[in-house]
């Protein structure tokens, strides 16, 4: 299975800009062989636009997700996205994975909201993301923050996820998160990490880009720089070929341990 | 406070050598100011020589605790060694911190045994470190694969440690340990982690160095090669001096999550 990640700049609150600009990314990703294509957190209706989280949020059977529905089953090519999910008077920090025939797959509300902004925005999730099935994989998501935590992404690993899903939206300045946190959960639960990063400035925040999918060793099938935006085409049969030397087994390894005194 | 750490060449079963090598390396930590200086694991009697794992371990009032708790009083440097412990009939994996006046500050029992040979040589241990103190500051010890485990490392930073030595013998090969692993656990757990690797032959083992002292934002204080050993020495100051930004809040942060389904 080939998976696309699109390293994408902020849209600047230009909803119809932000629709084109994924549809060119879900054609090129195609045309590449790819059936899946992951995009930042909060593509719609933007990251750093709290002033459009509460009024432009939309229901999982809304504009939104309906129109991108169409659009990957047009193209033959699934989609992972950050969006703000309205459902009645809650508003949440969710990713939704669309499948290449446009079925909802999977749908997640971020556990792990960041910073005071966040909080103001939006109700957190208390649900990991269930386990998916695409091409024979384990998928789930998890939202940037998220996967800072080795609770969550051990939880889904040892659930037997294959593939992690992370829209995300980190700052510059912050990219121990990229080459150090996001290897190390993809190696410490033997899967891959896929984390789509923003780039470039919105408001007062300049996102770090740094996109990464990480094997199961730990070590990146492909990353992006830290200027401009990036479309990274995986073939995941590069990751199945980790050596089962270089695999975690602390799955099956773990003792729990009484203490510390 | 300042710490030493020392990538050592595996002794190849020859005890006085490696007594006296520590003994040295004591007189040099002491010499550049440092009040604990932190050896790899199974230092005595080695670790790539599990025919002696059995025949020489030794009590934790035995003769090696008893010489190293003089000579760390006499040199005015504390050390953290791995080492073969006996008690009565079990034989443990086990690593003590003895402090600059020669007083046992705490002794450890390797939870996560690694591979064939370390579980046919020892009994695990149960129970994670006691958190002591030195300087000031809140210590406690994991040794080698024990701190690939989240879990364990987690727990020592939740109960408030901010320097965890881990002596260990991670072979070449494997430096997403040294790399991802051992920087990622310092920093989701705002701590410093000191992992103090062999480096050379032993055996049919080669050890892959590496050894580094990461601060809590995942950043090296400092790192040696993967060839011949080396003794470093660093001031925590500059781990203190690790911005507030770039540390992590995860403690108080978590969220426990449901599922996945």
Redesign the interface.
Known sequence: MKLALWQATPGNGNIEAVFSAICTQLRAAAAAGARLLLVPELILPGYNRPDLHQSLAQPLDGDWVTRLRAEAARQGCGLCFGWAERDGDRVYNAATTIGPDGAVLAHYRK??LFGPMERSSFL????????FSLEGRRL?MLIC?DV?????A???AR?G?GLILVPTANPA??E?VQ???V??RA??GNCTVAYANLVGPEGDLTFGGLSVIAGP???PLASAGARGEALLIVDLAAADLVPV??R?E?AV?????????
């Open positions: 556990i792990q957190p999730g208390d649900t990991l993301c269930p386990v789930a923050y800072e935590f080795p609770q969550h051990g939880a889904l659930a996820v300045g912050f121990h080459r150090i946190l290897p190390a190696s410490e060793d730990g070590q030397a270089l975690s602390q390894d773990y003792r729990p341990a009484r203490g510390p005194a």
